[in-house]
């Protein structure tokens, strides 16, 4: 059988994470792949769970070497990208990577991996309702609120490109409306 991936992109505040963390613990088969950065762990963060960070340098010989299956630059000097290696791990482990990443990062793995490759754009219902959820979360100051949303624009400018397209307007629906997605690929 071809070693299958499952991706899933969305704008900030679509309910990415949420969808992704349920999959994750009701379908064993499948395991969360670890991208690989070059910005500084947060507090509490742990290298190898959270993500693999390395330095610049290592990142731009990984580069070099061809080992990522994708890589961004997503944030000035900030790189993030998905290490074959680790997509090989999971494989090796008769499992199923879930790649949780942005929507270039997504399209190039698909690029990558074709008809292997499952893509799942989540939507928001519109960007008012996004603008809600990123204001509720309270994290967010005016200006980081516009850059989030202005960023939400733009990647939902890509969503036809995607295998999928959910829209998140109720998480219950939403959720059982992509494990059905999942279900019916990895069949």
Known sequence: ????????TAPSGAGKTTIVK????EMPQL???ISATTRAARENEVH?????????EDFHEKIEAHAFAEYEMVYAGKYY????SE???????ARIPMVDIDV???LSIK???QDEALTIFIQPPSIDALRERLSERGTETQASLEERLGKAKYELSFSHQFDEIVVNDKLPVAYAEVKALVEGFLK
């Open 1 to 8: 059988m071809a070693n299958k991936i499952i991706i899933i």
């Open 22 to 25: 349920q999959l994750l613990a």
């Open 31 to 33: 395991e969360f792949s």
């Open 48 to 56: 190898g769970r959270d993500y693999y960070f390395l330095t610049k």
């Open 81 to 84: 990208g998905t290490l074959k």
């Open 87 to 93: 997509l090989e791990r999971i494989w090796s482990d």
């Open 104 to 106: 270039k990062g997504a």
């Open 111 to 113: 690029e990558h991996y």
